[in-house]
C-alpha cells in the first residue's frame, strides 16, 4: 500500500513538472484554438443546423400518414355512432381513423427546398472555414508578438551583461585614477536605465503571453509559455509573384468570396420557391377509419309461434260486411352489442381520391413575396461584387505590406550591421580612453535600438507573409514558420 501510495505521489509530481515545463508551439496553440475557440463552435452548430434542414426538405418528399382514435361515453338522447339511429340510452363508444396524404406537384417547391439546403449547408461550411482561418491568424500574431517580445527581452539582458562588466572595469580604472568618477557614473546611469527597460520587456513578455493565453480560453496563466526558437522566415518565395497571380488564386480559394457566392445563388432558390405559390397543388390521399359502440339495438322480427294476426281493415258501405286482412306478427327484440374485434371489421371503411388547389387570389401574398425575394437576389450580387473588390483590395494591400515589410527588414538589418561597428569601434575606444562614458553609452543605446528594431520588422515580416499566405489559399494549419 505504501509503494502504491508512493508511486501516486511521484507520478502526481512528474505530471506537474510536465505542465509547468511544457512549452506551446504555434502549431499546437492553432490546433488548440481550432478545437476549443467559442466563436467556432457556434459556427459548428451551425453547419449542424442545416443537416437538420436538410432532414426537413428530404421529408417533404414523403407521405404525411396520421392516426387519431377517440373513446367517449354518452347518457341520454344521443346517436349510435353504428346505427347513427338517436337513442336514449348510456352506451360507450370508440373511433379510429389512419389518414395518408402526398403532395403529387407543389410548383416544385419540395425540389427547390432540397437543394436550397443543401446549398445552405454549403455556406455554413464555408463561414466555419473562415471563421478558422480568421482566429489562426489572430493566434499567429499574438504569439509572434510574444516572440517579439521575448526576443526584446534578451537583447535587453545580453547588452546589460556587457554593462555590468563596464561598471566592474571602469571602477577599477577610476580607483587606479586613469578615468574620472563621472564616467563611472555614467555608466551606473546606463546600468539603472537597463534594468528598467529588461523590467518593461519583462512585463510585456507576460502581457503578451496572457492575452495569447486567454485568445485560447486557458485559465493557467503562470505555467503557460511558448515555445520561442525554430521560428524563422520561410515560404517567402510567394512575394515573388505576380500580384494578379495571388489575387486570383485569392478569388478562387477565399472563403468570403465563396460565401457571396452560396448567398447569390440561395437567393436565386428562394426566388423560385417564392414562384412556385403560383402554381396549383396537387395532393393525394387515402382515409380508413372504424368505430366501435357497446350500445344495444333493437330488432323487429316475425313471431315463428304467432307469425300471422287478422285485423279488421274496414266495412263495405253498400252490404255493410266487415273486412278482415292478415298481417305479419312482429315482435320487437334487444340486442346486445357485438364483440369489440368484431364491429372493427364490420364498421370500418375508406376513402381516398385527388385534391387540386388553384390559387386565384390572396391578398398579393405571393406577388409580394416574389418582389421581395428579387430584391434580396439584387442584393446579394452586388454584395458578391463588393466581396470580390474587397478581396482584391485587401490581398493588393496584403501583398504590398508584404513587400514593405520586406524592405523594412533588410534595412533593418543594415542599420544593425553598420550600428554594431560603430559600436565595436565605440568599445575599443572607451577601453582605451579615448572616448567617454556618454559617447560611448549612446553608441550602446543605438546599437540595442536597432537589434530591437530588427527583432520587430522580421516578426511583422513573418506575420505579413503568412497573410499572403493565406490569400494565396494555404490551409491555415499548414502555415509553416
Known sequence: ?????????????????????????LQECVQYALENNISIKQSQLDVEATEADKLLAIGNFLPTISATGGVSENTGLSFNPVTNNAQTTTFLSATGRINVGYTLFDGLRNVRESQRAELS????????????????????????????????????KAQNEV???????????????????????EIQATNAGEKQRIAEAE?????????LAQLLLIEDYANFDVADEGYNIVGD???EKPVQE???????NRNEVKIAIKNVELAEKDLQIARGSYYPTLSAF???????????????????????????????????????????????????????????????????????????????????????????????????EQAKLDLESNVYQAYVDAKGALKAYEAAI???????????????????????????????????????????????????????????????TELKF
Open 246 to 252: 495571388v489575387i486570383n488564386a485569392a478569388e478562387e
Open 163 to 185: 554593462t555590468l562588466q563596464q561598471i566592474e572595469r571602469t571602477n577599477n580604472l577610476v580607483d587606479a585614477g586613469t578615468l574620472p568618477r563621472g564616467d563611472l557614473l
Open 414 to 476: 543594415a542599420a544593425l550591421e553598420s550600428q554594431e561597428l560603430a559600436y565595436d569601434y565605440a568599445k575599443d575606444r572607451y577601453d582605451v580612453g579615448l572616448t567617454n562614458a556618454f559617447d560611448f553609452s549612446q553608441s550602446k543605446l543605438r546599437f540595442d535600438n536597432a537589434t530591437i528594431e530588427v527583432n520587430r520588422t522580421k516578426y511583422n515580416y513573418i506575420f505579413k507573409l503568412k497573410v499572403l499566405e493565406l490569400y494565396f489559399g494555404v490551409p491555415a
Open 203 to 211: 512585463n510585456a513578455v507576460t502581457i503578451s503571453l496572457i492575452s
Open 237 to 239: 518565395d510567394i512575394i
Open 121 to 156: 449547408k454549403l455556406a455554413s461550411q464555408y463561414r466555419l472555414d473562415k471563421m478558422k482561418d480568421d482566429i489562426s491568424l489572430a493566434v499567429a500574431n499574438s504569439y509572434l508578438q510574444v516572440l517579439l517580445n521575448k526576443a526584446n527581452l534578451e537583447v535587453a
Open 286 to 384: 387515402f382515409g380508413y377509419d372504424t368505430r366501435y359502440t357497446d350500445a344495444t339495438t333493437f330488432s323487429t322480427q316475425v313471431d315463428p309461434n304467432n307469425p300471422v294476426v287478422t285485423e279488421e281493415i274496414g266495412v263495405v258501405e253498400e252490404t255493410g260486411q266487415t273486412v278482415i286482412g292478415q298481417f305479419p306478427n312482429t315482435v320487437t327484440r334487444e340486442i346486445g352489442a357485438d364483440p369489440f374485434f368484431d364491429q372493427l371489421y364490420q364498421n370500418d371503411g375508406i376513402s381516398y381520391g385527388l385534391q387540386l388547389n388553384i390559387p386565384i387570389l390572396n391578398g398579393f401574398a405571393t406577388r409580394a413575396n416574389v418582389k421581395r425575394n428579387k430584391i434580396n437576389l439584387l442584393r446579394t450580387e452586388f454584395q458578391l
Open 1 to 25: 500500500m505504501k509503494k502504491l501510495t508512493l508511486l501516486a505521489i511521484l507520478f502526481t509530481f512528474a505530471f506537474s513538472s510536465y505542465a509547468q515545463e511544457k512549452k506551446w508551439t
